[in-house]
């Protein structure tokens, strides 16, 4: 168990619909990342949270957005959902250690 | 940018064994850091090994052990004395140090099936 916790952990949702990720770090780590794996795109990094301030960005579409809250939990909403959003989506955290520590998932399907 | 090249898709090894995935990393980047993570089929991302540019020794933890080689550019995977539950895919990534963010660059990944 790495201290990552992510709901829900299996999300079955329609086409242009909108869906919100749920992630709590480990405690005491500043920094949240989100990341989508896909059997097309493999691991791909969305975007980067570090107490509460956007840090980096990746290959993040316009239609998903991301935020940090005071209590450093972060939520990815994913919206207007297309087929190939489909995807595991995996949460991870990191404090004043080099590596990153992952969420279970959270496995999204689009029908 | 960074980029990571694992040519392995699929590995078979016998138990107790041991193995080497490979992974050969590009990067203008002078500071960066290795790691590699384990994914069983249940889909959990599982930290193995982390080795930093600047570290002269390889890293090691428990069973798992990263040959570093710079001037190659490369960060293998060795696990010793191979066991069931190491089958999974294995992926090794890279990440610069500096501004910008930590964000991970993976390779494709490494499957590997530890046989009786």
């Known amino acids: 168990d790495s201290g990552v916790t992510q709901t829900p952990k299996h999300l079955i949702t329609a086409t242009g619909q909108r869906v919100t990720l749920r992630c709590s770090p480990r405690?005491?780590?500043?920094?949240v990342y989100w990341y989508q794996q896909s059997l097309d795109q493999g691991l791909q990094f969305l975007i980067q949270?570090?107490?509460?301030?956007?840090?980096a960005k990746g290959n993040i579409l316009e239609r998903f957005s991301a935020q940090q809250f005071p209590d450093l939990h972060s939520e990815l909403n994913l919206s207007s959902l297309e087929l190939g959003d489909s995807a595991l989506y995996f949460c991870a955290s990191s404090g004043s250690g080099y590596e990153q520590y992952f969420g279970p998932g959270t496995r999204l399907t689009v029908t | 940018a960074q980029k990571i090249t694992q040519t392995q898709p699929g590995m078979f090894v016998q138990e107790k064994e041991a193995v080497t995935l490979d992974c050969t990393y590009d990067t203008s980047d002078q500071s960066y850091g290795l790691f590699w993570y384990k994914q069983p089929s249940s889909g959990e991302m599982i930290f193995l090994i982390y080795q930093g540019s600047y570290d002269e020794q390889n890293a090691t933890e428990g069973r798992y052990s990263l040959n570093f080689q710079k001037a190659r550019k490369s960060a293998n995977l060795v696990i010793s004395a191979s066991q069931l539950g190491d089958s999974a895919m294995y992926f090794c990534a890279m990440r610069p140090y500096g501004a910008g963010g930590n964000k991970l660059t993976f390779g494709t990944g490494t499957q590997l099936k530890v046989e009786l």
């Open positions: 405690s005491g780590d500043l920094s």
């Open positions: 949270y570090y107490n509460g301030e956007e840090r």
